[in-house]
């Protein structure tokens, strides 16, 4: 596990699951999709193997194992994104007084996504948070390999001017709790879906937390 820095000076956020409430309806497709495509996939399932990565990857891992969807997963995603998350979609509870805790504190933040910036800005756009994040938006298209591997969360900080040692990762998959540790970041990983794994966040490296109302002082003290 990497070592926290005293203060933080960046807060990197995971989006979907961290600040937008969208992975229900997003494995649920997900789910129907791959089922309809004869690799049955249970939402849960779904939510275990895929949660946090890039279509990219998901289709990727499907087709080594033997089977061809027929489709490519990510363009087909990113064309029916409106009718998945065009309306409805909510904040996490309680994100926004994680934002004022930083601003008061002069702390830096971003998100790194496996998401295209185009679904970040649907997403966050429909909960009104998008303000807060429209200038530093990092999507896992922007490097060659996506979560579990630290490649996003490393641009991330370089774009944002930060060594790794001084940023923190909000995240709330075990791919993107891997990816944060490999990057050499502390990690502070959301578990409030009753569908998280919490056993192996806490093995990805990942310190548990519940309520965003936490988190503060878990990164301040």
């Known amino acids: 596990m990497a070592s926290s820095p005293t203060h ?9 699951g961290v600040l937008v409430n969208t992975e ?35 289709q990727a891992e499907i087709e080594e194992a033997g089977h061809v969807l027929g489709f490519d997963l990510t363009e087909r995603w990113y064309a029916a994104i409106g009718d998945i998350f065009g309306a409805g979609v909510e904040a996490i509870p309680h994100v926004e007084l994680v934002l004022d805790a930083l601003r008061e504190r002069d ?57 790794p040692r001084d940023c923190v990762v909000i995240e709330d998959s075990v791919p993107g709790s891997r990816a944060g540790v490999a990057a050499g970041m502390q990690v502070y990983s959301y578990h409030a879906d ?28």
């Not at 649920?28 to 779904?46: N, P």
């Open 8 to 16: 933080p000076r960046l807060v990197i956020f995971d989006c979907d």
């Open 24 to 58: 229900e309806r997003a494995n649920r497709v997900l789910s129907d999709w791959l089922t309809t495509a004869g690799h049955v996939a249970s939402y849960e399932d779904c939510r275990r193997l895929y949660s946090g990565r890039s279509m990219k990857s998901v």
């Open 107 to 163: 702390v830096a933040w971003c998100v790194a996504s496996s998401a295209k910036v185009d679904k970040m800005h649907l997403t966050l756009g429909s909960t009104g948070l998008l303000p807060h994040f429209h200038s530093v938006l990092y999507s896992a298209t922007m490097v060659e390999r996506g979560k579990p591997f630290p490649d996003l969360f490393l641009h991330a900080a370089t774009e944002m001017g930060f060594q």
């Open 194 to 221: 009753p569908h998280s794994d919490r056993d192996a966040l806490a093995a990805a490296g990942g310190i548990l937390f519940d309520d965003m109302r936490d988190l503060p002082r878990l990164l301040f003290g």
